[in-house]
């Protein structure tokens, strides 16, 4: 079964740290990863997506990493905003249209 | 620019009542997608469509039913709702075509609560 995790499960961090999301996958043969803001009691907000054949993208401040052959991927926060707190999911597609979503890292910025 | 609309946004229903949620989107989308978010279970497909007139089976698809009778529109239905499918269910779509151009991104409706007393 094709599985996506996801560490920590929780983190706080005081304003203006940069800050790395850990996201893991059991089948390497992806085809996309996509990685998702989710603010209490909305929906999700597309962030990144790195292609297969990327080993990363940058947004802004943020940046997000693939490495293929160990099933991970990362996500950078640079300089940490209180306004960047919320759940963070990354999502894995195998045949370019299903994801299969991890659980979720809930990001607490404190002021 | 609407992009992903669902309703209801909330309903509550009685064991064996029956329902249906709707999701809209507006950007000519290919792919539609329904997903249910439960605690420490993250999002779970449970039926997706690749074109209009087309539906198929996702990870948890038991108890539901879907049609995609026009490309902008995919139905989630629940014939015999039971207290196992309360839930928030979102829909996504996403159109194909190249990484460049910015397709596969899944664009996320706000979501449907969904109660099963």
């Known amino acids: 079964k094709q599985e996506v995790t996801q560490i920590p499960a929780a983190l706080s961090v005081p304003e203006g740290e940069n800050l790395v999301l850990n996201c893991s996958f059991t089948?390497?043969?992806?085809?996309?990863l996509q990685w998702f803001r989710q603010d209490p009691g909305k929906g999700l907000t597309s962030l990144l997506l790195i292609q297969s054949s990327q080993r990363e993208q940058t947004s802004g401040r943020l940046n997000a990493s693939l490495d293929k052959s160990s099933g991970r991927s990362t996500l950078y926060i640079a300089a940490s905003q209180p306004g960047d707190s919320a759940t963070y999911l990354c999502a894995v597609s195998y045949y370019g249209q299903n994801f299969v979503f991890g659980p979720g890292t809930r990001l607490s910025v404190l002021p | 620019n609407a992009g992903v609309t669902q309703t209801p946004k909330f309903r509550v229903l009685k064991t064996g009542q029956s329902m249906t949620l709707l999701c809209a989107q507006d950007m000519n989308h290919e792919y539609m997608y329904w997903y249910r978010q439960d605690p420490g279970m993250g999002l779970r497909l449970i039926h997706y469509s690749v074109g209009e007139g087309t539906t198929a089976k996702g990870e948890v698809p038991d108890g539901y039913n879907v049609s995609r009778l026009k490309k902008q529109n995919f139905l989630l239905g629940l014939e015999s709702a039971a207290p196992s499918q309360t839930s928030v269910y979102f829909c996504a779509s996403s159109r194909i075509g190249t990484a460049s151009s910015g397709a596969n991104v899944l664009t996320f409706g706000a979501g449907s609560r969904l109660t099963v007393l």
């Open positions: 089948d390497s043969a992806i085809y996309n």
